[in-house]
């Protein structure tokens, strides 16, 4: 399994993303959202880490790296149903976490549908909580700590 550093995506590169990724999503994502709009707005502003196994894309996620408010918001996370259930969320995050610690970003927010409860499970395993009720879905947060030298720490 290959995890990327945090990277951009072109549009077109972001589009063929989320069209493989549309049915790992429940509700699928193309059922929400146009996927070709929503591709234009996230190579504009959001960064990447994917993850390849055999050369195959197996696990993607999008992330807003906010400097100046110290924060990183993630909109979508997703792994192929075939590859679930075996750490690929989970590196994934490890390598958000590092981005966090390189950058002095001390808080990840993202939401998750109340119903959705293999996510929410898996972000509650990685130490999310939840910070804010929004009807059908969650705001959740996850603090990352301050060493004795004030940089960021995440173990
Ligand atoms: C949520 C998601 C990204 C987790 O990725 P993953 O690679 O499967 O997660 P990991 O293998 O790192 O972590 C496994 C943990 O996640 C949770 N989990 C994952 N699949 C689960 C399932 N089918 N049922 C219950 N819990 C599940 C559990 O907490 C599990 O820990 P456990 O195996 O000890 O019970 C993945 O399930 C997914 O892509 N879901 C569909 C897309 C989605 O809903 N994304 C989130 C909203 S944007």
């Known amino acids: 399994m290959i995890v990327s550093d945090i990277l951009r995506l072109t549009q077109q590169e972001v589009a063929n993303v989320l069209h493989m990724f549309d049915k790992a999503f429940s509700p699928m994502l193309s059922s929400e959202?146009?996927?070709?709009?929503?591709?234009?707005?996230?190579?504009?502003?959001?960064?990447?880490?994917?993850?390849?196994?055999g050369g195959h894309?197996?696990?993607f996620t999008a992330c807003y790296v906010n400097l100046e408010q110290s924060k990183i918001y993630?909109?979508?996370?997703?792994?192929?149903?075939?590859?679930q259930r075996?750490?690929?969320?989970?590196?994934?995050?490890?390598?958000?976490?590092k981005v966090c610690c390189n950058n002095s970003i001390n808080i990840i927010m993202l939401e998750v549908y109340k119903n959705n409860h293999k996510a929410y499970s898996f972000y509650i395993k990685n130490g999310f909580v939840k910070a804010e009720d929004r009807g059908e879905k969650w705001l959740m947060s996850l603090q990352l700590g301050t060493n004795k030298t004030g940089n960021v720490s995440y173990e």
């Open 33 to 53: 959202i146009d996927l070709d709009s929503y591709a234009r707005k996230l190579s504009k502003r959001a960064s990447f880490i994917i993850v390849t196994l």
């Open 57 to 59: 894309f197996i696990g």
């Open 74 to 83: 993630v909109p979508l996370i997703g792994v192929l149903p075939q590859n």
């Open 86 to 97: 075996i750490g690929v969320g989970r590196q994934m995050l490890d390598t958000l976490k």
